[in-house]
Each structure stands twice: as C-alpha cells, then as structure tokens.
C-alpha cells in the first residue's frame, strides 16, 4: 500500500467532514472527482484505501462487490494446508510468499510462477483447475481480481498477493510482446528490476501483452526459459505447494528444537535453494515424459492384441 495515497486520502476527508475509517463509495468517487489523477494513480489509490480498510478489518459501505463464490481468498495469515499435527511447520501465504527469489535469473522466472500456484491454493483451487487457469479469467483493473474475486493486498510488497500476480503476469507481458526491442527480454526483466517492497507492483500497470499467452501457468524448464503453449503439469502443481512452503530451517509443531550431538550444517543459500529446487523440476519433467512414453507404449501393445 503507498502511504501517501491513504495519508492525502485521509486529508482530503478532513476538509470535506467525511470519515476516512471507515468511509463509504460514494465518498471514494467523490475524492477520486475532486483529486483527479491518470489510471495508474487511480488504481493506485483504490488500492490503498482497500487495503488499508482490510488491514482495519473495516467495511468499505456502497463498494461494488462482485458475485459471490463458494472458495473466498484466504488471507495471507492463514496457513494454505493444515498443519499436521507432529510434522514440520507450514509457512503461511505471507511467509512462502516472503521467501521466494522473485529477482534473479532463471529461478526469479520460476518462483513468480510459483508465486501465483500459491496464491491460488491458499483460495482452495485444485491442481486441475489451477493448471486450467487461462488469461481471459484474469482482470487488473481498477484491481487484480481472477474469477470477478479480487485478489486480497497487504501492507509489504512481498507478501502481497496482488503483487505476486503482477509480478508474474510481467514475466508473460515481457515473454510475449514482440512489439519491443529484444533487449527487453525476461532474463533483463528479472535481474535489472529487483523488488522494491516500499511499491506495490499490483499498483502499477501491467503492459497487456501477457493476455496473448494462451495459458497463465506454462512450463518453465531449468534455464528459466517458458515454453509456449504448455501447461504446468498436476505433479509440479503438488511440488510446488510442497516444497515452497517449507521453512529453510523447519522445527516441530508444539517442540522446542532438538539438542545437537554433531556440527549443524550451513543453511543453503537462496542459490543454492534454487538449484535444488529446479532439480526436482527437472526429475518431475523426466518423470512426466516417461509416464507419457509408457502409455503411447501401452496403447500400442493393446492394438496390436486386438488385430
């Protein structure tokens, strides 16, 4: 959320006698027709008024509200899948969302896809409908929103889930605009923009590009390449909400950590979680395209039984 945005939003309210927390839509429209501003400074300011009556969990009276769906958007405080119960820890929304190299090539393509795969199951999603997600179902104005929900904000830019999305749908806009100079590619993208977490990126808009892809979740494979015309297979959905939950250090439910009898091993480093993490990518692949293999096999052998 900008600051400035709410803090001018409050002032305004003060000239004109109207509460700011909570206030009503119809004295956002007004503000937004008194202080007028571009689209972008728009969203900008919807969006912090929004998020600052949701951080207050207060109502924002008269605001248009899409039509209800069974599966509401988990807030970011609320764990994705239970815990078990003497198992390691969860990360919750926040927190997986928190640790995720978004900067840095290959693996910054990489987690901002798997950024919105966690986005999606802290809703509820299935992996089927997860890997079915296409853009048209996709809106980011005058906020981000999949299936007429908008997707909920937070305070810092890195737990946001409304950034997580903007952050990937960059990726596809840079991916699939062949409008601009080839310089401008996802490799420049990731490494030459590191994340401001004092910026919302869902705050600023997103070139339309990406609406061209004709899947919002593609493969990317281990050189942070997407390849076109994919779609994310139900095994990776289910490694990444495994594996990008877990905490670098995970400890024990209710259990204070074990005392050590031999030297602990350095924690990995985000490179070298990375890696790991794109190697287990790269088992799954092998592991798919062998499944694949074994059926045409199967299919083959039960025709020629046939004859």
Sequence with gaps: MTVGDWEQF??????????????????????LADVPGAPSTVRRRLGAIRARHATARAALSGAPTPAPVPTPWHTPGELIDPDVED???????????????????????TARRDAVVLVLAARGWSRRRITAL??????????????????????????????????WLRVLATEY????????????????????????????PVPQAWRQAPHLLPVVDRYG?????????????????GTRQRPDTPIAQGRSRPVRTH?????????????????????????????????RH???????LEQ
């Design 177 to 204: 605009d062949t409008s601009g100079p080839v310089e401008d590619s996802v490799e420049r993208l990731v490494d030459a923009h590191p994340v401001d977490v004092r910026v919302h990126d869902c705050a600023t």
């Design 225 to 241: 390449r997407i390849e076109h015309g994919s779609v994310i297979p139900l095994r990776r959905v289910t490694a990444i909400t």
């Design 87 to 109: 198992g390691p820890r969860w990360l919750d929304l926040g927190e997986a969302l928190h640790q995720l190299p978004v900067h840095g090539h290959p693996h910054g393509v």
């Design 263 to 295: 030297p602990a091993r350095p924690a990995p480093t985000p490179a070298e979680r990375a890696r790991q993490i794109h190697e287990i990518d790269e088992a799954l692949d092998t592991l798919d395209a062998a499944i694949a293999d074994a059926d």
């Design 298 to 304: 199967w299919h083959v052998i039960l025709s020629r």
């Design 134 to 167: 296409v853009p048209d179902r996709v809106y980011t104005e005058p906020v981000t929103g999949i299936d007429q929900v908008d997707v909920p904000m937070t305070n810092h830019g890195l737990t946001c889930p409304s950034c997580a999305l903007t952050r």
């Design 10 to 31: 409050e002032d305004w309210c003060t000239a004109a006698g109207q509460p700011a927390l909570p206030t009503t839509w119809a004295a956002v429209q007004e503000f």
